[in-house]
């Protein structure tokens, strides 16, 4: 069965160092969203991504984040200079278009020292 | 601000009984009802969705769906141990972005 990757499966990095979290979404799925979840709290929506662009994004996801599909295969999160309070799992999700059922990948636990 | 409220649990059922898994939304806009299970340190993991009112079932699952009340329901039927964990409600509106709630840890026991 097709499944959501990502790289990563846990980050260490030093506050105000970038970090960039990986996704290989589901292959033929064109919708692509990054969500959060800090330990013991909600999933979080960050930022969704459609025909090369961001559709939407959410009040947490400023100028110190960014997000990519550099080629036909991987969406990328970026974020430019780490904070202690970014630490917590990052998940990657896709979607095929038509159907708004959204699959997430097994997550990439960032943990900022 | 648009939420998702679920009681946080935990809920105990002895194995072979019913749970079930409440929550409620804000919007009245919302159009799409998801519940995720997530065992602890995992990701979230599709159990059921649901779109217009009544009932869906999918094997010991089913979800219920009440928008005049804006209410969604979950449940499990058969409970087995396997089943403890956390189960999320996630909604959507017109934006293409899921609502989670905090989630009802769920624990069978034998």
């Known amino acids: 069965e097709p499944e959501v990757t990502q790289t990563p499966s846990h980050q260490v990095t030093q506050m105000g160092q970038e970090v960039i979290l990986r996704c290989v979404p589901i292959?033929?799925?064109?919708?692509f969203y990054w969500y959060r979840q800090i330990l013991g709290q909600k999933v979080e929506f960050l930022v969704s991504?459609?025909?090369?662009?961001?559709?939407?994004k959410s009040e947490i996801f400023d100028d110190q984040f960014s997000v990519e599909r550099p080629d036909g295969s991987n969406f990328t999160l970026k974020i430019r200079s780490t904070k202690l309070e970014d630490s917590a799992m990052y998940f990657c999700?896709?979607?095929?278009?038509?159907?708004?059922?959204?699959?997430f990948g097994a997550g990439t636990r960032l943990s900022v020292l | 601000q648009k939420e998702v409220e679920q009681n946080s649990g935990p809920l105990s059922v002895p194995e072979g009984a019913i749970a079930s898994l409440n929550c409620t939304y804000s919007?009245?806009?919302?159009?799409?009802f998801f519940w995720y299970r997530q065992y602890s340190g995992k990701s979230p993991e599709l159990i059921m969705f649901?779109?217009?009112?009544g009932d869906k079932e999918d094997g010991r699952f089913t979800a219920q769906l009440n928008k005049a009340s804006q209410y969604v329901s979950l449940l499990i039927r058969d409970s087995q141990p396997s089943d403890s964990a956390t189960y999320l409600c996630?909604?959507?509106?017109?934006?293409?972005?899921?609502?989670f709630g905090t989630g009802t840890r769920l624990q069978v026991f034998p």
């Open positions: 292959s033929n799925h064109l919708y």
């Open positions: 999700a896709s979607a095929r278009a038509g159907v708004n059922i959204q699959y």
């Open positions: 991504f459609y025909n090369n662009e961001i559709s939407e």
């Open positions: 649901i779109y217009s009112n």
């Open positions: 996630a909604v959507k509106g017109n934006t293409d972005k899921l609502i």
């Open positions: 919007d009245r806009g919302s159009q799409s």
